[in-house]
């Protein structure tokens, strides 16, 4: 009689296998005829485990396995189970997957809104028609705060957890749709009418499957995974981030709250620095008082420290990005710029890397990242920086004092 592990294994390797060949370009009938011979249900966890398999064993990238995300879940779909205690938070409204649930009936709602309207658009243009059109359109955009909570405070928990191929896929499939978003938006504007109707039915089967792959394999894959814990530093995060369309009427208060982290005497004391002594208290506010951004990862490319200063922040950033790998707080599709800096600041081939960008809103930001050595120049980690610096661009050469 084979073990628990023997079994395992060899639907590990079965699973991975029949993924494999749905890349090599097998025939998703083929394949899916194979798994009903083979599996009566998969987990959301062994999904996650063939994911990391495909990744570490056959070198499939993050991307490769993204552009076929929708093949897999019409494939598993049907196979994929839930796990049979769900907990009874997560009806309770304010908790996140009720958020998560909600919004995605508000998205699709806004989806419906604006088909609607395209086709009444597209057969007769007016004014009028166009203004609501835009309005609904600006609204969908919600949907980036509904991913970038997935992105800033589920993912990095399923990381610690060693989870670490799922959100890369995921989080590469989001900023998929966001490009597919802003083409639809930048058609939209200027009248392109032959490629309205194609651009959004695109970006619309894209999200339609997102709210799928949401609800059938996150949330279970979560639900297996997550403590009270986890789920209350996501829920204290969520005001930050924001909501896509709909907020929750009311606070989600689990039964038992998170235990407070006892502060010890010595970290109640005075910082002795450089050229004299800082309260933690006095120097918590005076980082957050900076008219800047800051964030600190250390030498291990760990994020240790981000200031919390103005409420409508540049770049999202949550208290579940600390402890988590620098590389994992950006998309996929940027991770090899990402190493490309860190080697080049690590190394010493640079000291600091600038860049910048203006927003749809006009909005100019600058980003310094800095290489932090101590005396005998050894790396100790880098510090980014991110400011708004719209009301620069603006000054007229003049010399202006403060007195002025």
């Not at 495909?54 to 929708?70: H, P, Q």
């Not at 609800?215 to 814990?229: G, Y």
């Given at each position: 009689?084979?073990?628990?592990?023997?079994?395992t294994?060899?639907?590990?390797e079965?699973l991975?296998n029949?993924?494999?060949?749905?890349?090599?370009?097998?025939?998703?009938?083929?394949i899916?005829?194979?798994?009903?011979?083979?599996?009566?249900?998969?987990s959301?966890?062994?999904?996650?485990?063939?994911?990391r398999?495909?990744?570490?064993?056959?070198?499939?990238?993050?991307?490769?396995?993204?552009?076929?995300?929708?093949v897999?879940v019409?494939?598993?779909?049907?196979?994929?189970?839930?796990?049979?205690?769900?907990?009874?938070?997560f009806?309770?409204p304010?908790?996140?997957?009720?958020?998560l649930k909600?919004?995605?009936?508000?998205?699709?709602?806004?989806?419906?809104?604006?088909?609607?309207?395209?086709?009444?658009?597209?057969?007769?243009?007016?004014?009028?028609?166009?203004?609501g059109?835009?309005?609904?359109?600006?609204?969908l955009?919600?949907?980036d705060?509904?991913?970038?909570?997935?992105?800033?405070?589920?993912?990095?928990?399923?990381?610690?957890?060693?989870?670490?191929?799922?959100?890369?896929?995921?989080?590469?499939?989001?900023?998929?749709?966001?490009?597919?978003?802003?083409?639809?938006?930048?058609?939209?504007?200027?009248?392109e009418?032959?490629?309205?109707?194609?651009?959004?039915?695109?970006?619309?089967?894209?999200?339609?499957?997102?709210?799928?792959?949401?609800?059938?394999?996150?949330?279970?894959?979560?639900?297996?995974?997550?403590?009270?814990?986890?789920?209350?530093?996501?829920?204290?995060?969520?005001?930050?981030?924001?909501?896509?369309?709909?907020e929750p009427?009311?606070?989600w208060?689990?039964?038992?709250?998170?235990?407070?982290?006892?502060?010890?005497?010595e970290?109640?004391?005075?910082?002795k620095?450089?050229?004299?002594?800082l309260s933690?208290?006095e120097?918590?506010l005076?980082?957050?008082?900076?008219?800047?951004?800051?964030t600190?990862?250390?030498?291990?490319?760990?994020?240790?420290?981000?200031?919390?200063?103005?409420?409508?922040?540049?770049?999202?950033?949550?208290?579940?990005?600390?402890?988590?790998?620098?590389?994992?707080?950006?998309?996929?599709?940027?991770?090899?710029?990402?190493?490309?800096?860190?080697?080049d600041?690590?190394?010493?081939?640079?000291?600091?890397?600038?860049?910048?960008?203006?927003?749809?809103?006009?909005?100019?930001?600058?980003?310094?990242?800095?290489?932090?050595?101590?005396?005998?120049?050894?790396f100790?980690?880098i510090?980014?920086?991110?400011?708004?610096?719209?009301?620069?661009?603006?000054?007229?050469?003049?010399?202006?004092?403060?007195?002025?």
């Open positions: 009689m084979q073990d628990r592990g023997a079994i294994n060899e639907r590990q079965r991975k029949l993924i494999l060949r749905l890349h090599e370009g097998e025939s998703e009938e083929v899916k005829e194979e798994f009903k011979e083979h599996f009566e249900t998969v959301p966890l062994e999904i996650s485990v063939m994911e398999k495909l990744m570490k064993e056959e070198g499939l990238s993050a991307e490769n396995i993204m552009k076929l995300c929708n897999h019409a494939v598993m779909a049907d196979f994929v189970s839930n796990p049979e205690n769900i907990p009874g938070d009806s309770r304010g908790h996140p997957v009720y958020v909600e919004e995605n009936l508000a998205l699709e709602a806004a989806l419906m809104r604006i088909r609607n309207l395209l086709e009444v658009y597209i057969e007769a243009p007016s004014d009028e028609i166009k203004a059109l835009r309005k609904q359109i600006d609204l955009w919600d949907f705060k509904h991913y970038t909570r997935k992105e800033m405070s589920f993912f990095p928990i399923m990381e610690r957890q060693g989870n670490t191929a799922p959100p890369q896929v995921m989080w590469g499939v989001d900023d998929q749709i966001r490009d597919q978003y802003k083409a639809f938006k930048a058609a939209f504007l200027v009248d009418m032959d490629q309205l109707m194609p651009l959004f039915s695109e970006l619309e089967y894209e999200m339609q499957e997102m709210f799928v792959k949401e609800e059938n394999i996150l949330i279970p894959m979560v639900t297996e995974a997550f403590n009270e814990d986890d789920w209350i530093a996501i829920a204290d995060e969520m005001d930050e981030i924001g909501y896509c369309i709909v009427l009311e606070k208060k689990p039964v038992r709250q998170k235990e407070e982290v006892d502060i010890t005497e970290a109640k004391g005075r910082l620095l450089g050229t004299g002594s933690h208290k120097l918590d005076i980082l957050n008082k900076l008219p800047l951004e800051i600190f990862v250390d030498k291990d490319h760990i994020v240790k420290y981000y200031d919390n200063g103005p409420e409508e922040k540049l770049l999202a950033r949550t208290p579940s990005a600390i402890g988590r790998d620098m590389l994992n707080c950006h998309p996929p599709r940027v991770h090899e710029t990402v190493k490309q800096l860190v080697h600041l690590e190394t010493g081939v640079k000291d600091s890397q600038q860049a910048w960008y203006k927003r749809d809103d006009g909005v100019f930001v600058f980003i310094d990242y800095i290489a932090i050595r101590d005396e005998e120049g050894s100790l980690g510090l980014e920086t991110v400011q708004d610096i719209s009301k620069f661009t603006k000054l007229d050469t003049d010399n202006r004092r403060v007195n002025n």
